[in-house]
Structure formats: structure tokens, C-alpha cells
């Protein structure tokens, strides 16, 4: 394709043999049905899978000049993995959905009709999720106390399926940040937004890649990326405490005064109040210490990810994100992933059929 897309869609995947290829095919038959949206590209991003995904990729981008298949070197995490998608897409309007076909991509044209009418961003809006009773109380709890703390309006029961105007994420891809929240970034660089409502479906096939782990380390990511409500309710109790202590210290002295037979000296209250400050204490300097450690990892400017190699069709070309080299160059090459980060990158291409 010698023309920028019209349309390019962004789909990360990890260990999805079992959904890559209807995965594909249902993406696929979406896009044919976009007849005025053309050409168009389908970015997949393997985020470092073990089992026969990165095959199963090079074979449909064989077949399919659409299709672009971008490797990275190990399991760097979802957002990640959409971060680099969106660094590659070249569209003028950029899709993200996951591979798992729990956002259905038969909903896309209803946000393309969206950001025909107007929208700069048009994003998924989860209605009845067919999960697990606890996950679900466990996902509104958390997006109804991140709109809360939060320093960006992010939207409700909003996840990272949605399509973008190519100069929202060109403002995204500036953004220096190297541990993303991609939702929450998408909500920071503001423009017109509007919400699609869509049924999330289960998991078409396979287990969930997000474990507890990850999906706690999610929600920290987008706390401590977009709310200092954290550190401020810690000066809250610090003052509170403080204030507290003051008036039983001088309600005591006073009581002692009138009656001291009643107030003896005792190590009780000393006690408590020693490991109640000392628990405190430990819990103020944590918080704190996440945000200098976040600091510190943006400091460091390592990259977003780190890309092995790009499959494309035998056919096609698609433009570096850099001018030091072509695509005939197999040699490693450095690519901007924002804010000045790099990401070590080759092109392959599948042998002939």
C-alpha cells in the first residue's frame, strides 16, 4: 500500500493461538465491509507469546497485504504492546481492540459513524459484561474511584477499545511517559470525546492473560499516573493525627491536674501510640515511595518496548518511523516511542507461499 490507511486497526496479542485466526477473520470481514475507508492496515502486536501465535501471524500476513505483524522481544504487558501499535499505525483514523474478541469488532463502524459526526475520539462504553459477579463489582468499584481521585476526566467503564483521529494519537505518541495507562492518556490529550455503549462479550476461546497481579498492577499504574489524591489524603491523616494527639495530650494533662489519682503513668497508651505513628509512618513513606520510584523509572528513559522484527506482506511497504533507514534495511534500527524513548526494530517478511 503506497497510500497512508484510511483506517488502521491496533491488536495486541499474547499466547492466542486458539483466537488468532477468527480473531483475524471477524477484523477482517469488518474491514471489507468498510467500503469507503480504504486502503486500510491491520496491525497485530505479539507481546513476546510462547506458543504458535508469531506463526499463525507471518501466515495471514502472507495472505492478506493488510496485515502487518509486529514482533516484540518478550512480554512487555498490554499497554505496552497497544503503545507500540499506535506507533506504527499510520491511518487516518487508528482502531484499538483486543485480540481476545471480548470487544467485538463489529462494533467499530458505529465509532467510525462517531467520528464522522464529529468525534475526535469515539471509546467502547462496557455495558452487561458477561464475567465472573466479583470481577465485575471488582472493575466499576475501581473506574467510578478512579473518576473520582483522578486528575483527567476518564470515563466510565471505558477500556482501551476505541477509534482515534490520527492526530490524537500523534499527541499521544509525544507524550514522554514510558509506563502508559493508554485510557487514561487518551483522556489527557483531550479533545471532542464520545462514548459508543457496546456489549462485552466472554473470551472467545482461551484463559485470561490478565491475572490478579496484572490487573492490580493496572489499576495502580493509572492511580499513580493520574491522581495525587494518594499523597494528599496521607497529609490529611498526618495532620489529623497530629491534631488529635495535641488535644488528648492536653486533655490529659489537664484531667491529670484536677484528679491525678485517676490518671496514673502508664505504658499502655505510649505503646499504641507508638505503633499506631510507626505503622503510619511506614504507610506515608510507601506512597511516597512509589511516586520516586515512578520518577525514577521516567528518569531512566528506557523504551516503551523493545520490537524483534516486523512482518509485512511480500508486496507491501510500510514507511519507518525513522529516516535512517529503508525497508529493504534488515540491520536494527531505532525508532521513537516517545519523548525521546527507542525501540530496537527489524523487518522480515514471510517466504512466499
Known amino acids: 500500500m503506497s497510500n497512508a490507511p484510511a483506517i488502521s486497526c ?5 499466547n492466542e493461538q486458539a483466537t488468532v485466526q477468527t480473531c483475524y477473520a471477524r477484523i477482517a470481514a469488518m474491514l471489507d465491509g468498510l467500503t469507503g475507508h480504504q486502503p486500510q492496515e491491520l496491525i497485530f502486536v505479539n507481546d513476546g507469546s510462547e506458543d ?3 506463526a499463525m501471524l507471518h501466515e495471514i500476513a502472507g495472505r492478506d497485504p493488510r496485515v502487518v505483524a509486529i514482533r ?15 506507533q506504527h499505525a499510520r491511518g487516518a483514523m487508528v482502531c484499538v481492540l483486543d485480540g481476545d474478541l471480548q470487544d467485538p469488532p463489529e462494533v467499530v463502524p458505529n465509532m467510525i459513524q462517531a467520528i464522522e459526526d464529529g468525534a475526535d475520539v469515539a471509546y467502547g462504553i462496557r455495558q452487561h459484561r458477561k464475567e465472573h459477579p466479583l470481577k465485575k463489582i471488582a472493575y466499576a468499584g475501581f473506574y467510578r474511584v478512579m473518576r473520582a481521585i483522578s486528575d483527567v476526566n476518564i470515563p466510565l467503564d471505558a477500556g482501551d477499545f476505541c477509534v482515534m483521529r490520527s492526530h490524537i494519537v500523534s499527541r499521544m505518541n509525544r507524550l514522554p511517559e514510558s509506563q502508559r495507562f493508554v485510557r487514561g492518556l487518551r483522556a489527557w490529550v483531550g479533545g471532542t470525546q464520545t462514548g459508543v455503549p457496546y456489549e462485552r462479550h466472554e473470551r472467545h476461546a482461551g484463559l485470561s ?3 490478579l497481579r496484572k490487573l492490580l498492577g493496572l489499576a495502580a499504574q493509572g492511580v499513580f499516573s ?3 489524591v494518594p499523597v494528599k489524603l496521607v497529609q490529611l491523616l498526618g495532620f489529623g493525627i ?3 494527639a495535641i488535644l488528648v495530650a492536653l486533655s490529659y494533662l489537664t484531667l491529670f491536674a484536677i484528679s491525678p489519682a485517676y490518671f496514673p503513668p502508664g505504658w499502655a497508651t505510649l505503646v499504641i501510640s507508638i505503633w499506631f505513628l510507626a505503622g503510619l509512618q511506614m504507610l506515608s513513606i510507601g506512597l511516597l515511595g512509589e511516586y ?6 521516567e528518569i531512566r528513559q528506557r523504551p516503551t518496548a523493545l520490537v524483534a522484527d516486523v512482518t509485512i506482506h511480500d508486496n507491501s511497504t510500510v514507511p519507518l518511523p525513522c529516516n535512517t533507514i529503508t525497508p529493504d534495511n534488515t540491520h536494527d534500527y531505532i525508532v521513537s516511542t516517545g519523548g525521546g524513548a527507542a525501540a530496537n526494530s527489524r523487518w522480515s517478511k514471510p517466504s512466499a507461499a
Do not use: C, D
Open 209 to 211: 492473560k490478565y491475572s
Open 226 to 228: 493520574f491522581s495525587s
Open 72 to 86: 516484540l522481544t518478550r512480554n512487555f504487558g498490554h499497554q505496552a504492546a497497544v503503545s507500540i501499535g499506535l
Open 10 to 14: 491496533v491488536v495486541p496479542v499474547y
Open 52 to 54: 504458535l501465535t508469531q
Open 292 to 297: 520516586v520510584h515512578r520518577s525514577f523509572t
Open 242 to 244: 497530629s491534631a488529635m
